[in-house]
């Protein structure tokens, strides 16, 4: 049934980046992304917007996708979507539009997990890019997610460390948020962390057991810190802005760190590869490149485009899928949270 060429369309839904991509085996032909601007001045993602918006944008995305990877619909193999976890709404338009294309191709539906595609991110076939061998350690940083896991094969994957309460990206967009940053700040707090002094202002690493994380009372910690501040100068938060990033941005690097290197020790693996939104983080990937020489260990870091929520990494999984015969029936339904 497999022929050498497998062309995949892929959608991704999952938030508020409508997004398709077309493959060739596991070379990305094709990976459009149509961002959603409307939420800024909302401060974050309404889901009602956001699927709305999906339903306008994901036509246009898809027959984009089609004409810059220079395929017809015809010689599509499958079709592969993000069936979960992420905003119902939103994974409803993409999962809905990827059954009717299916169905109307007649060729085979492929639903994927979004937190397994940014992991399976590092086999997309890219020049000047390792991929990870089995089994390696993930350790994938999101706005809705943290967590470390071990990969054994494209699907036996283990989540052997995650967050109790608040996301990595959480973290950063609500103390973005207490200093006064439009939102998405996590990128905002990543770029004045640049000029600033990490050891400017000391917070306290939570204390989790094992391989978890906790984020919560250092967001709390931090609020805190800046209110004190600002009582005794109220211009403290523009004086002492790259300085603040850089303190808050350094603590929760020491803290990804701290948990990687327990993880390695438990299992012995020191193949690390990172994913998600929160990895586009300038200062997580500069530490994580400095610890291939540090610690001994192999870090693998995807190509930028490939963090952030996008289609080429649902796409693929689905060619992992389809080699497997791995299809969907047409009942497959989507889910807001979804088993790992």
Known sequence: MHTEEVFILAIESSCDDTAAAVLK??????????????????????????????????????????????ITKEQLSAI?????????????????FAKSMALALDIPLIAVNHMHAHILAHFINEDGYD????????????GGHTQIVKV???????????TTD??????????????????PGGPLIDQFAVT?????????????????????????QILYFVQKNVIENSNFIEENKADICASV??????????????AVAETGINQIAIGGGVSANTGIRKTL????????????????????????????????????????????????????
């Open 25 to 70: 085996n596991d070379v990305v032909l094709s990976n459009i992304v149509a961002r959603q601007d409307i939420h800024e001045e909302f401060g974050g993602v309404v889901p009602e917007l956001a699927s709305r918006a999906h339903q306008q944008n994901i036509v246009p995305v898809i027959d984009i996708a089609l004409k810059k990877a220079n």
């Open 289 to 340: 490149k400095e610890a291939e020489s540090k610690y001994g260990w192999k870090t693998f870091i995807p190509k930028f485009e490939y963090t952030t929520d996008n289609a080429a990494m649902i796409g693929i999984v689905g060619y992992q899928k389809f080699l497997e015969d791995k299809f969907s029936d047409s009942h497959v339904v989507s889910k807001a949270r979804i088993e790992f």
């Open 166 to 183: 608040d996301a990595v990206g959480e973290a950063f967009d609500k103390t973005a948020k207490i200093l006064g940053f439009p939102y």
């Open 196 to 220: 600033g002094n990490p050891k400017k202002y000391l917070f306290t690493k939570p204390k989790v057991e094992g391989l978890n994380f906790s984020f919560s009372g250092l967001k709390t």
């Open 80 to 96: 592969a979507f993000t069936q979960g976890p992420g905003l119902m709404g939103s994974l409803l338009v993409g999962s809905s």
């Open 131 to 142: 991929k990870p061998e089995f089994p390696f350690l993930a350790l994938t940083i999101s």
């Open 249 to 262: 941005q350094q603590i929760i690097i020491d803290v990804l760190m701290d948990k990687l290197k327990l």
């Open 152 to 162: 054994s094969d494209f699907f036996r994957m283990e989540i052997i460390g995650e």
